[in-house]
């Protein structure tokens, strides 16, 4: 039985919650969360934009159970506690399901009160793999991401660059976050276990401005490539002051750079970089048509925005074929068998990770990105 909501944190941490559907008395309310205000609003409009994409559709399909769906937005600006104030939010505004959150930072505390209240989740972003990890072991088994591990990516990466940049001096940045930290840690495992040593381990403050006291070190390492755990807007800081001052170092990163706000940011400092990131969903034949009414509406479905379209399109026919809300019961109906979705094929394991996951390697150049042959 859902128990009342826990109290929301002091008002000064509590962000804001929109419904963006009308609201009847039937309706089944489902949530989205995500940075909708801070630097990483660029992704939180992904969110946000693919969920009411997919509520509007499954509406004009019928709904579920014989309901409409109606969204609620929560904006947690990737802070812990703010995420946790957002959570409780949503809880009392009676959502059945939440898609979200963004960061690991934030969907990893937010479990706890999804969990607690028998809300089942699935973020379309977090990597973390504490996120099902430490879910599975307290025996919680409501909890999914269609999104890969940072312990599947930075194998990938780590391998990688010991590949392709023996011989070559490689530092390691991370900003600090559960995100950034747990990637770069990752990854540097995967180096180091192919052989490679890095010259530099170093951690930024998020937030800052000036990273003069970073490149510096970065030469005095004579670094050759920088792999960056983090997020894109200080990503792109590192790299148009690594040019100013004169190094050459590419930088390389995670599925966080998968936003043309970065090339925007970085300016032509931006070529050349590279991230990883799940093979491009929007070029698959079970995207076209979603994809084709993004743009038709003038929106480039980017980044999170599919994943988060695909968390609600998959949660709707598990609760189809459970004829119920119920989060248990829709769990075990997620993991009976795959699903058709916007990107794909989706299957899960018993942690609720994604049975396949890919990743490739993408390059900007000239303000965009592509997959890098």
């Known amino acids: 039985m859902r128990k009342f909501a826990l109290p929301l944190l002091a008002a000064a941490a509590v962000a804001a919650s929109l419904s963006v559907t009308p609201a009847r008395a039937d309706d089944l309310t489902i949530g989205v969360a995500g940075p909708i205000t801070g630097d990483l609003a660029e992704f939180g409009a992904q969110l946000k934009r693919g969920a009411e994409k997919a509520v509007a559709d499954i509406n004009a399909a019928g709904g579920v159970l014989g309901k409409q769906l109606k969204l609620e937005v929560g904006d947690d600006a990737c802070d812990p506690k703010q995420a946790v104030a957002v959570a409780n939010d949503l809880v009392s505004k009676g959502v059945v399901f939440v898609a979200g959150h963004f960061c690991s930072g934030s969907s990893i505390p937010a479990s706890a009160v999804y969990h607690e209240e028998g809300i089942l989740q699935i973020t379309p972003a977090s990597t973390n793999p504490k996120f099902t990890e430490d879910a599975a072991a307290s025996g919680w088994d409501t909890l999914f991401r269609t999104c890969g591990r940072d312990d599947q990516q930075g194998s990938f990466a780590g391998a990688w660059l010991a590949a ?3 011989g070559k001096n490689i530092a390691i940045v991370d900003d600090k976050s559960a995100y950034g930290k747990g990637l770069a840690d990752l990854t540097r495992d995967a180096l180091n276990k192919a052989g490679v040593k890095e010259v530099l381990n170093e951690s930024i403050t998020a937030g800052e401005q000036d990273y003069t006291a970073l490149v510096s070190k970065l030469k005095d390492a004579k670094a050759d490539v920088i ?37 925007t940011l970085a300016g032509k400092a931006a070529d050349g970089t590279m991230f990883t990131n799940a093979a491009e969903a929007r070029n698959l034949p079970s ?48 993991r009976s068998q795959d699903w058709d979705s916007v990107i794909g094929s989706l299957g899960f394991d018993a942690k609720g990770d994604l049975k396949k996951a890919t990743y490739v390697w993408y390059v900007f150049k000239d303000g965009n990105y592509a997959e890098a042959k």
């Open 164 to 166: 392709h940049f023996k």
């Open 227 to 263: 792999y960056f755990g983090g997020y894109h807007p200080e990503a792109a800081l590192i790299v148009k002051q690594s040019r100013e001052q004169g190094l050459k170092a590419p930088l390389l990163s995670g599925d966080s750079l998968n936003t043309l706000e970065f090339a």
């Open 287 to 334: 995207a076209k048509a979603v994809v084709e009414s993004f743009r038709k509406d003038g929106f480039e479905p980017e980044g999170y925005t599919l994943s988060t379209y695909a968390a609600i399109q998959i949660w709707a026919a598990a609760v189809k074929k459970a004829g119920t809300t119920d989060s248990e019961k829709v769990a075990a109906a997620l």
